[in-house]
């Protein structure tokens, strides 16, 4: 069987040589213009003779001499070649000629060993559990029982059926250890890799981000072994983030959720008054008696309520005479809330002010609290409930953000006004935080906040410990006032004056820390504004559906892969069960 595996050998490696060294032949013929030489024709002659005889019936000496005249065409030595051996010449010949190896070569031979790897990874998983119990039982029992060793079907087999594809040769460099490292990556995400993308809406989006994962893990895990060769721990670790960099990449590219401006809120709620509006639909009879109780409710059982406020009392009186004799439209409904609030809530009276307010909640909460069977007059009574809810919940959303985010009217804009007019603008974060601290302390400004929106508020006015401690540091900066100016500039020449520049360090450590503080509290006044738009806190950015199926394939690949470098081909499940096989 030896003598058979040499002569294959040899044959294959004398046909790959036959053919570089006629094609040299060829060209350096072609070169001079002139006939072939006699060593071309001489191989020539030769090739005829083995494709008659083959090779098997050759005899060493003619294949001898058939390896000796390619060796001379290529301008190859023999020499090495003669020195006595138990195989022959043949043999050291062709083992030499296999030594040769290339990047593509590698590569592959790095594919087709992941393969194997994570096609025998379930044989190898149940054999190492297997080998753990007879561990246990031979500790318990006093037993002899033999380990299982190369199981049918684990990744020795797939290696050994893929065993013409995997070079021997040890990559020669650099940049092979991390081709065949990158290919082994790959291999071994085919498996795991493949069962992500059942299902996928996007499967070649998936397959692409796979193989970019693996490809990163190559390259990082290949890094560390460059650096640590024979640290295990080191190269799982480098690994894994090298296949997360990529969906790492994914997640940062991805805009974060932004919550809905204010003119796209204007325009939803816009929109959805006039869904409601040309639906036509009305208050049911019943309905529409609950709403004029309720509005007549507002000034309780004393008849004096009434007479101390006539205003309030007609408008009252008019609106629920008015309902109770033909039920309004839900649109005048919300027009009939608007024109209390012009000639009642927004009185000059106390008294009457007060009334128009309970009026008007007495209606937002009959809207509120609208169910379809309170609806007539459309056979969309469910759409048009739903409509009206969004539209109301929009409007307040509008009112809400405009108090604080409003260009010229707003909070923010009056904080930063009044901070510039100062000369410096030294106490931005002041005037910011003074502003915020009104809506927390007036019952009327507060109202309709939810408790999530009142905490940032508190967390605005209040200040971090962080916050404050900037805000104190930043007293030294030269703009936040005459004083630190005046300091700042006299340090400035005595730090000219003596060439020692931390004269100046507590100036530029006030305009640093001034600068951090203002920017903090301008981003959580944003942050506030998008939490008031969205109308609840915005979703975190997390992993998409694509990320979350790359994430699993890799790792599920760093589990059943082999290990590369000086563990062998078993994954890092199977060495840890093996491992306690072996102590």
Do not use: C
């Not at 294949?63 to 030595?77: D, F, Q, R, S, T």
């Not at 010949?93 to 590569?107: C, F, K, L, P, S």
């Not at 007059?377 to 985010?405: D, I, M, P, Y």
């Amino acid at each position: 069987m030896s003598d058979q595996n040499n002569v294959e050998r040899a044959r294959k490696a004398a046909e790959t040589r036959r053919a570089r060294a006629l094609a040299e032949q060829r060209r350096r013929a072609a070169i001079a213009g002139g006939k072939p030489s006699e060593l071309q024709s001489e191989l020539l002659k030769r090739q005829l003779l083995i494709k008659q005889k083959g090779l098997s019936g050759m005899s060493d000496a003619d294949l001898i001499a058939v390896l000796e005249a390619e060796a001379e065409a290529m301008a190859g030595p023999w020499d090495k070649y003669q020195s006595p051996a138990t195989d022959g010449p043949w043999t050291r010949y062709a083992e030499d000629r296999g030594q040769q190896t290339g990047m593509v070569g590698q590569t592959m031979s790095g594919v087709n060993e992941g393969i194997a790897g994570i096609l025998g990874a379930p044989v190898d998983l149940m054999t190492g559990a297997i080998n753990m119990g007879k561990q246990g039982v031979n500790a318990l029992a006093g037993t002899d029982l033999k380990p299982i060793e190369n199981p049918v079907g684990g990744s020795g087999t797939f290696r050994d059926l893929l065993a013409p594809t995997i070079s021997e040769v040890e990559p020669q460099n650099a940049a092979e250890r991390f081709g065949r490292r990158v290919g082994m990556e790959v291999g071994a995400m085919a498996v795991p890799g493949g069962i992500m993308l059942r299902g996928a809406k996007a499967p070649l989006a998936v397959a692409g981000g796979e193989a970019a994962s693996a490809v990163g893990s190559g390259i990082a895990g290949q890094t560390s072994r460059e650096i640590a060769p024979e640290n295990d721990t080191a190269d799982f670790i480098a690994s894994l983030a090298g296949g997360l960099s990529p969906v790492a990449a994914s997640r940062a590219m991805r805009p974060s959720p932004k919550a809905p401006t204010l003119e796209e809120l204007q325009a939803q709620s816009s929109a959805g008054y006039d869904a409601v509006r040309e639906s036509g639909a009305t208050l049911s009879p019943q309905s529409a008696d609950a709403l004029a109780g309720g509005i007549e409710g507002t000034f309780g059982t004393r008849p004096a309520t009434r007479r101390m406020n006539p205003k309030a009392a007609i408008a009252a009186e008019e609106l629920a005479g008015d309902m109770r004799q033909r039920p309004p439209t839900i649109a005048e409904v919300d027009e009939a809330r608007q024109w209390i609030g012009d000639n009642v809530a927004g009185s000059n009276e106390a008294g009457e002010r007060r009334l128009g307010v309970m009026m008007k909640d007495a209606i937002d909460s009959h809207l509120d609290q609208l169910q379809p069977g309170d609806v007539t007059g459309t056979n969309r009574a469910n759409e048009v409930v739903e409509a009206l809810t969004g539209a109301r919940e929009k409007a307040r959303r509008v009112h809400k953000s405009q108090l604080f985010e409003a260009e010229d009217t707003g909070l923010v804009a009056k904080g930063l006004r009044r901070a510039a007019t100062t000369g410096t603008g030294g106490n931005e974060i002041n005037a910011i935080r003074q502003n915020v601290r009104r809506v927390l302390e007036n019952p009327k400004l507060r109202r309709g906040f939810s408790e999530t929106e009142l905490q940032a508020m508190r967390d605005i006015a209040d200040g971090t410990p962080t916050q404050n401690a900037l805000r104190l540091i930043g007293r030294l900066a030269p703009t936040s006032g005459a004083l630190s100016l005046g300091g700042f500039t006299g340090a400035a020449g005595a730090a000219g004056a003596t060439g020692n520049p931390l004269f100046i360090a507590p100036g530029i450590a006030g305009q640093t820390a001034k600068y951090l503080g203002e920017r903090n509290t301008r981003k959580k006044i944003a942050a506030l504004g998008e939490l008031i738009r969205n109308g609840k806190p915005l979703p975190k950015k997390t992993a998409s559906a694509l990320e979350s199926r790359v994430i699993a394939a890799l790792l599920a690949q760093k589990a059943l892969m082999p290990s590369f470098g000086a563990e062998g081909d078993q994954s890092a499940v199977v060495r840890a069960l093996t491992g306690a096989v072996a102590q």
